[in-house]
């Protein structure tokens, strides 16, 4: 526990938390924003489509907003998370943090759990606000809070679920590039670009090879932390489990790949 607290304090004693936290609170509004927009404009444009109008029913528009935030929110995770690691390189204090102490995979394992703390943190944060204004929203959208639901609950618990598994994902990354600098770069512009061009990819071939296509667009991480939170079951998507196992199949990998490397390297 006390390994976890000095990262904590590594992190808190940085102006970058408090940098990233400033851009949060525009990128979350905006986020929130769209949905309203989103939830007020899709019923004029779902005409035959059924995952559109089921996407549409009460329940799940209550749980898009309740989870309001989770696409830039996990970036901060994921970016946060990866610096945990790469600040000790870029602070030259990698030696003395395993010389003071020795069991490396003890360093990673705090690492991760200081992780998994921000993430945490993060969720709550926007979770806390999506509770303050989703029921404003939706009252506004004439659908009630819909709190009595049982899958927006859900949602609100599996979204902290993506939150955790995105942090110890971003200490894998951070193990892996070990600037600082291009591990912000490359993860921010892998997690924005990459991502919509991934998913033009699967309609290209969704639209002109099969339609299978489609539903293997769960193995991007950020579709699968996207699946996890729906409320209910959509037409043509996968169960949200599938989800929730992919990432945390990307997750295991990214911890165990982590350690293995962090013991085995060389640090100067």
Not at 9 to 27: C, D, G, H, N, Y
Not at 30 to 36: H, M, R
Not at 55 to 79: C, K, M
Request: charged letters at 10%; proline letters at 3%; hydrophobic letters at 55%.
């Amino acid at each position: 526990m006390r390994l976890v607290q000095a990262e904590l304090f590594k992190i808190r004693t940085t102006s970058l938390w408090w940098i990233m936290a400033i851009i949060l609170v525009p990128l979350y509004a905006a986020s929130i924003l769209l949905n309203w927009l989103a939830a007020n404009v899709g019923g004029a444009a779902a005409g035959d489509n059924e995952q559109v109008r089921v996407s549409l029913e009460p329940v799940n528009v209550a749980t898009n907003l309740y989870t309001s935030g989770q696409y830039f929110g996990i970036l901060i995770v994921l970016l946060l998370s990866a610096i945990v690691v790469t600040s000790e390189f870029f602070h030259l204090t990698a030696t003395t943090t395993f010389l003071v102490t020795p069991r490396r995979e003890s360093v990673v394992l705090a690492k991760f759990g200081a992780s998994v703390i921000v993430g945490l943190a993060v969720w709550a944060f926007t979770t806390v606000l999506n509770l303050i204004f989703a029921p404003l929203i939706l009252r506004d959208l004439g659908l009630g809070a819909q709190l009595g639901e049982p899958a927006v609950w859900r949602a609100v618990g599996l979204n902290a679920l993506a939150y955790l598994l995105w942090a110890v994902l971003g200490v894998g990354a951070g193990v892996l590039i070990r600037s600082q600098i291009a591990a912000t770069l490359v993860l921010a512009i892998t997690y924005v670009v990459g991502t919509q061009a991934v998913g033009i990819v699967f309609i290209l071939l969704s639209n002109n090879v099969a339609k299978w296509f489609e539903k293997l667009q769960v193995i991007v991480p950020t579709t699968a932390s996207q699946l996890m939170v729906s409320g209910t079951e959509l037409p043509g998507n996968p169960p949200r489990w599938v989800g929730a196992a992919v990432l945390i199949a990307y997750a295991v990998v990214g911890g165990v790949v982590g350690t293995m490397i962090t013991k085995s390297r060389d640090i100067s």
